[in-house]
């Protein structure tokens, strides 16, 4: 199966080439969580023999049920600081016109679509293989509604080792915001004119990211509703028969839930509420 390292921070499967039982696998994830894309961590669990089709089997019955409720609750309990909302003029000054935007908004969206139902979610996975065994009586009704959404069409983002060194530079610095230990595991940030204007912000106290400060604790906070809501779900689990040796593929979920996915679950919700419709 083909896999890159040119477009994505860690080994993963460029979707547009994905071929047999990952592409139908592929196609489902994007089916059922109703996105355009399909998020790195189920193109870096297919570069492992099983490891996809596993998971993906195990953790789906909640993107169905529970797992999009929970994540509501999730977006619901984080302890967003108040922060300055982006003006048009703001925006429209480092080049973003409307439609540029609406392009931001896109993706912005579909980072607070997915996030939190796989922090959820992936959390009770770890916590079913790990040993949680905790069932919270607080979440037991169905999700029928909830989390629903059409797919829109994402504009392009760039690769990483695509960019402009000053930009990969830029991606680099804001890529510490919010992160105690692994760089490496880069979420996919927003448009380049719309990272300048964090960079811009940065350096201005009554800007976006005058709360530098509080982001560690934010990410910190995804991290542990991330743990309690895991551990309500963890009971809801199918048993799915796990390949031989997990090992590997227990880390690589628990990498990504405590690292990208737990910090772009509350960075994101900063900036959405940052950046105007």
């Known amino acids: 199966m083909p896999a890159s390292l040119s477009s994505d921070p860690v080994l993963a499967v460029v979707e547009k080439e994905a071929s047999g039982s990952i592409a139908l696998i592929f196609g489902d994830i994007r089916k059922t969580l109703k996105v355009d894309v399909v998020n790195l961590i189920w193109r870096h669990l297919a570069t492992t023999p099983d490891a996809l089709e596993w998971v993906w089997n195990t953790v789906k019955p909640l993107y169905e049920t529970l797992g999009p409720l929970h994540a509501d609750q999730i977006r619901g309990e984080l302890p967003l600081p108040v922060v300055p909302a982006f003006s048009r003029d703001t925006l429209l000054s480092a080049g973003l016109d409307d439609e540029a935007i609406a392009n931001v908004r896109l993706i912005l969206d579909s980072y607070?679509?997915?996030?939190?139902?796989?922090?959820?979610?992936?959390?009770?996975f770890l916590a079913r293989l790990e040993g949680g065994s905790a069932i919270s009586t607080r979440f037991e009704q169905r999700a029928e509604s909830a989390g629903s959404s059409s797919a829109a069409k994402l504009p392009p983002l760039i690769p990483i080792a695509e960019m402009p060194v000053s930009l990969g530079r830029l991606v680099q610095e804001l890529n510490v915001y919010g992160e105690d230990t692994d760089h490496i595991l880069l979420p996919v940030l927003p448009?380049?004119?719309?990272?300048?204007?964090?960079?811009?912000?940065?350096?201005?106290?009554?800007?976006?990211?005058?709360?530098?400060?509080?982001?560690?604790?934010?990410?910190?906070?995804?991290?542990?509703?991330?743990?309690?809501?895991?551990?309500?779900?963890?009971?809801h689990l199918p048993i799915v028969p796990a390949p031989e040796d997990p090992t590997s593929i227990l880390a690589s979920v628990r990498g990504f839930v405590r690292h990208p996915i737990a910090r772009m679950t509350g960075i994101c919700s900063l900036i959405v509420r940052a950046t105007p419709n």
């Open 191 to 235: 448009p380049p004119r719309l990272l300048a204007v964090l960079s811009c912000a940065g350096k201005n106290p009554a800007c976006f990211a005058s709360i530098e400060r509080t982001i560690d604790a934010l990410v910190e906070h995804a991290r542990h509703l991330g743990e309690q809501h895991g551990l309500a779900l963890a009971g």
């Open 112 to 124: 607070h679509h997915t996030n939190a139902p796989a922090l959820a979610i992936l959390s009770g």
